[in-house]
């Protein structure tokens, strides 16, 4: 284990190595509003890797617990916001742990001089904030890749593509207005509204809010289990049309329960 202090600061970086044992980056009192970039730098063979392309601290949290409850089949963990003094002599509402998956059931598997490189903006100025990193008894090939998408205003539809698709996550903000999809034969077809009522009755509560209140269903993230579909496209009626940044999920293991 690792620990660095943050300091009040409004931005870090962190290079992690070999020896800090990286599977988990879990950072305590970091602003909902933080963001992170995560790239794994290989230095002898292989290409380097982008982990998380400058995304909400709060939206990774949210979907990577939603998509656990998924694979297995139960409650997604349940995360804590709290509000917290910072150095502007005022408040800032904080995620007390968040506890953020590097890889899938061990440490990434590292090289002696790769690196993981972690850039954390938007971080609140809060003088207790921190940043851990936790090793495990098992080592990974598999790094935890949430890649970012797009859904450009020019286009009339997206469809997504499954065979590198698992898991969709969007920012409860930036829905799309329809999502159609055929599993099994069967068209599903899902507005923005729609979409949050099933996270609301798939995963009861997600985490509580600085005032203690229960969060049902969403705080940030949507997260869709698309590993049934054989089709799924996105479509959006809004006006004035804006791109619609997305994420794309690939388990390297496909089990439906």
């Not at 009040?8 to 970039?37: C, F, H, M, W, Y």
């Not at 139960?74 to 742990?97: C, E, H, M, R, W």
């Not at 207005?177 to 034969?185: A, L």
């Not at 969060?215 to 996105?234: F, H, M, P, S």
């Amino acid at each position: 284990m690792r620990k660095t202090e943050i300091n009040g600061a409004t931005q870090k970086t962190l290079v992690i190595e070999k020896t800090d044992d990286p599977e988990l980056l879990v950072l305590e009192n970091v602003s909902t509003s933080a963001r992170l970039k995560t790239e794994l730098i290989r230095q002898e063979g292989g290409s380097d890797q982008r982990l998380f392309n400058t995304m909400n601290v709060l939206l990774i949290l949210e979907a990577q617990n939603k998509i656990q409850a998924f694979l297995n089949g139960g409650t997604p963990k349940q995360f804590q916001l709290k509000t917290v003094p910072n150095d502007d002599a005022g408040t800032s509402t904080v995620i007390d742990t968040a506890a953020i998956d590097l890889a899938y059931g061990g440490e990434i598997m590292l090289n002696q001089n790769d690196t993981i490189t972690n850039y954390l903006t938007n971080l609140g100025k809060v003088t207790t904030s921190s940043i851990f990193t936790f090793g495990s008894k098992r080592v990974s090939p598999f790094p935890y890749i949430m890649k970012e998408q797009t859904y450009k205003a020019t286009e009339i539809q997206k469809e997504i593509n499954l065979l590198e698709t698992d898991f969709l996550v969007f920012d409860k903000d930036s829905l799309p207005t329809e999502i159609d999809m055929r599993i099994n034969g069967q068209k599903i077809k899902r507005t923005a509204e729609a979409l949050l009522i099933d996270q609301k009755d798939f995963f009861n509560f997600v985490g509580t809010d600085e005032n203690d209140k229960l969060i049902y269903g969403t705080a940030k993230a949507v997260v869709l289990d698309v590993r049934e579909a054989q089709n799924v496209y996105l479509e959006d009626n809004s006006e004035p049309r804006t791109d619609i940044k997305y994420y794309s999920v690939k388990v390297p293991f496909n089990k439906v329960k």
